[in-house]
């Protein structure tokens, strides 16, 4: 059973930055495609970015330069750094990890970021 654990969300003034983590445990890491996806109050869950178990990153248009994904596969955890923050960037900030060949896709239990002035 994958667990995820999220923080370091908050509050935080229009064009300031947030750094979030999540730590896994109970998987082989290296394996795992981990991502953050984020759902504001009304809205669908959506894409944020994604580091693959190779390393290589995609963002959502969204988010694209003010954010970076990292991942640490000796740590267990997935970091998501952003900055030039925005209103609109408020959300409750999900992370995940997918493995493709088992059908494995977990979610972490969700950290909230506030962007307000």
């Known amino acids: 059973q994958v667990q995820l654990v999220e923080s370091g969300g908050g509050v935080v003034q229009p064009g300031g930055s947030l750094r979030l983590s999540c730590a896994a445990s109970?998987?082989?890491?290296?394996?795992?495609?981990m991502g953050w996806y984020r759902q504001a109050p009304g809205n669908q869950r959506e894409f944020v970015a994604v580091?693959?178990?190779?390393?290589?990153?995609t963002y959502a248009d969204s988010v694209k330069g003010r954010f970076t994904i990292s991942r640490d596969n000796a740590e267990g955890s997935v970091e998501l750094q952003m900055n030039s923050l925005k209103p609109e960037d408020t959300a409750v900030y999900y992370c995940?990890?997918?493995?493709?060949?088992?059908?494995?896709?977990?979610w972490g239990q969700g950290t909230q970021v506030t962007v307000s002035s």
């Open positions: 109970k998987i082989v890491f290296s394996n795992y495609h």
């Open positions: 580091v693959s178990a190779g390393g290589t990153t």
């Open positions: 995940n990890a997918r493995r493709v060949v088992f059908n494995i896709n977990s």
